[in-house]
């Protein structure tokens, strides 16, 4: 059974910095791209960023770009999304996804809240 | 960016009827090469992450009952439940896979009339 979880999340000061990890199981995570999803309170999703199976292409939301680094470990299947300076509009539900036409499988997301 | 609008961002229909939810792109997300649509719909239930009903436009994901389906091609598609059930009230939202950043409906709201 597929299965993805999030973990790291929590309230942090505006331009503070905060990582969140995704530990897989249940496939061959190597196989797999994986992704970055983030959905605000009561908003829609957005796409934050992508990250091809060896970690040799990575791929981000504008306004995110410079911040945010997405990151994985083969070895440990796992997914990793260091935020810094991070803003009140960064406030979101983050769910990771494995990437497979295009995203079949999803974390129950952790919750990370910018505010002083 | 491609841009996706849903319409209705809300309805409410009776048990066992048909439901549709439409979905605009921007731009086509038919990719000439393989002659595929990279237009998915998702599924998402208070609480819950988003769940994958269809991609590539009208292909089911396995486990997904085959009251659900999608079609269409280029900038327009369409998600249609055949037959409502209760478990169903949910919002759905299109996503566009073509290109990066990879963009998604604002989401329809579906409630039992």
């Known amino acids: 059974e597929v299965q993805l979880v999030e973990s790291g999340g929590g309230l942090v000061q505006p331009g503070g910095s905060l990582s969140l990890s995704c530990a897989a199981s249940?496939?061959?995570?190597?196989?797999?791209?994986m992704t970055w999803v983030r959905q605000a309170p009561g908003k829609g999703l957005e796409w934050v960023a992508n990250?091809?199976?060896?970690?040799?292409?990575?791929n981000y939301v504008d306004s995110v770009k410079g911040r945010f680094t997405i990151s994985r470990d083969n070895a440990k299947n796992s997914l990793y999304l260091r935020m810094n300076s991070l803003r009140a509009e960064d406030t979101a539900v983050y769910y990771c996804?494995?990437?497979?036409?295009?995203?079949?499988?999803w974390g129950q997301g952790i919750l990370v809240t910018v505010s002083s | 960016d491609i841009v996706m609008t849903q319409s209705p961002d809300s309805l409410a229909v009776s048990l066992g009827e048909r439901t549709t939810i439409n979905c605009k792109s921007s731009?086509?997300?038919?990719?000439?090469?393989?002659?595929?649509?990279?237009l998915a719909w998702y599924q998402q239930k208070p609480g819950q992450p988003p769940n994958l009903l269809i991609y590539?436009?009208?292909t089911r994901k396995s486990g997904v009952p085959d009251r659900f389906s999608g079609s269409g091609s280029g900038t327009d598609f369409t998600l249609t439940i055949s037959s409502l059930q209760a478990e169903d009230v949910a919002v759905y939202f299109c996503?566009?896979?073509?290109?990066?950043?990879?963009?998604f409906g604002q989401g329809t709201k579906l409630e039992i009339k």
């Open positions: 996804a494995r990437t497979y036409s295009p995203w079949d499988y």
């Open positions: 249940g496939f061959t995570f190597s196989d797999f791209w």
């Open positions: 990250i091809k199976q060896d970690g040799s292409d990575k």
């Open positions: 731009q086509s997300v038919l990719y000439s090469s393989n002659n595929k649509n990279y």
């Open positions: 590539w436009a009208s």
């Open positions: 996503q566009q896979y073509y290109s990066t950043p990879y963009t």
